[in-house]
């Protein structure tokens, strides 16, 4: 289950938020890619002896293609100090202790016990992570003064840390907090499950409107239920009793060879038309031609289960192509590019249009 290597550190090749990217010398198998998240670890500098799980990078994984840094045995960190009783990540190697917005010694936790209501607050709802930054492009051009925050369950990555595009958009000051729910953890708030994450996000943090995503590294199996971004539909329900706004943002692709996910995904599909048991508003983009009419015939088999919201792309390429300039985040998913998979990010971006006009 899981491949042990010793290494060694040679040099640290770039950093970000909570994450370093480090070259180490595997042995016997040259020097490879490796990722330490400090705040479990501590930090590697060069010459460290570290250990390490491999498994992600002799699978060739993507998004995980990294040997992971578990510890760094000839000088281990600190004990950590202070409050919190929340065990995430439980029960194996790496579990850690995070300090719960919701549990008894949080200074939230008064305002949190009885909390029940977003006071429809939007929560735009989307499978994969990568939707994040066009979905905020989308938003912010049109409520530049929007307070969005990202709410990160635990269907992908468990640590926030892992996603550079966290750490771009907060840098940029287009990306107001990050909540981590269930056994995801490293956000500004920790909570224990997607309800209280969202109830964080509004009552705490003050956003006007959530992103909720998994991160990156979702999971699929090509089975119709075997998929993590069933958390999609989830998602809709928990803002709904929540008396939330659940937005839906389809994952649309022009550029997947997989007949499965071209036009509107099974994931999409699947995750709103099966899962989802309270009403949401599905965002239809308006892409013209063969492709735009395809996309729309497949939404429609989500109408009688939730309002379909046409909303039109104009502009929104030019949008997205500034963005990914000036927050230096790149615009990709699954290893598509804008220009190959233009589609995809559009879908998303209308739907932070269609929020923005709803906190109008």
Do not use: C
Request: charged share 20%; proline share 6%; no cysteine.
């Amino acid at each position: 289950m899981i491949r042990w290597r010793k290494g060694t550190v040679e040099g640290v090749r770039r950093e970000w938020p909570g994450a370093v990217e480090l070259d180490v010398t595997v042995e016997g198998d040259g020097i490879r890619r490796a990722l330490a998240y400090p705040a479990l670890v501590g930090r590697p500098e060069p010459g460290d002896a570290v250990l390490l799980n491999t498994t992600a990078l002799a699978m060739g994984l993507g998004t995980g293609g990294y040997a992971m840094v578990v510890a760094i045995p000839d000088r281990l960190p600190p004990d950590p100090s202070g409050p919190g009783h929340l065990v995430k990540a439980r029960y194996t190697p790496l579990q850690a202790t995070v300090l719960g917005a919701d549990e008894q010694d949080s200074p939230h936790h008064e305002l949190l016990r009885e909390a029940d209501s977003l006071d429809g607050m939007p929560v735009i709802v989307a499978d994969l992570h990568s939707a994040l930054p066009p979905i905020l492009a989308g938003l912010l051009t049109d409520r530049p003064g929007a307070k969005v925050v990202y709410v990160m369950p635990d269907g992908g990555a468990l640590p926030s840390w892992f996603s550079m595009s966290i750490g771009r958009l907060r840098d940029a000051g287009v990306l107001s907090g990050v909540v981590t729910a269930g056994q995801a953890f490293g956000g500004d708030l920790e909570a224990v499950t997607v309800h209280t994450g969202l109830l964080g996000a509004r009552l705490v943090l003050g956003a006007d409107a959530v992103v909720l995503a998994q991160g990156p590294g979702n999971l699929g199996t090509g089975t119709r239920w075997g998929f993590s971004g069933v958390s999609a539909g989830e998602a809709v329900n928990a803002a709904a009793v929540l008396s939330g706004r659940p937005v839906g943002s389809l994952r649309v692709s022009e550029g997947d060879l997989r007949e499965r996910h071209q036009g509107v995904s099974h994931h999409s599909l699947t995750a709103y038309g099966r899962v989802a048991l309270a009403r949401a508003e599905i965002v239809v983009p308006e892409l013209g031609g063969e492709f735009g009419t395809r996309v729309a015939s497949q939404a429609a088999t989500l109408g009688e289960r939730h309002d379909l919201i046409p909303v039109g792309v104009e502009g929104l390429e030019d949008v997205l192509r500034t963005a990914e300039k000036d927050w230096g985040v790149r615009m990709s998913t699954m290893g598509r590019r804008l220009d190959e998979d233009l589609a995809y990010f559009l879908t998303a971006a209308a739907a932070g249009r269609h929020t923005a006009a709803r906190l109008a």
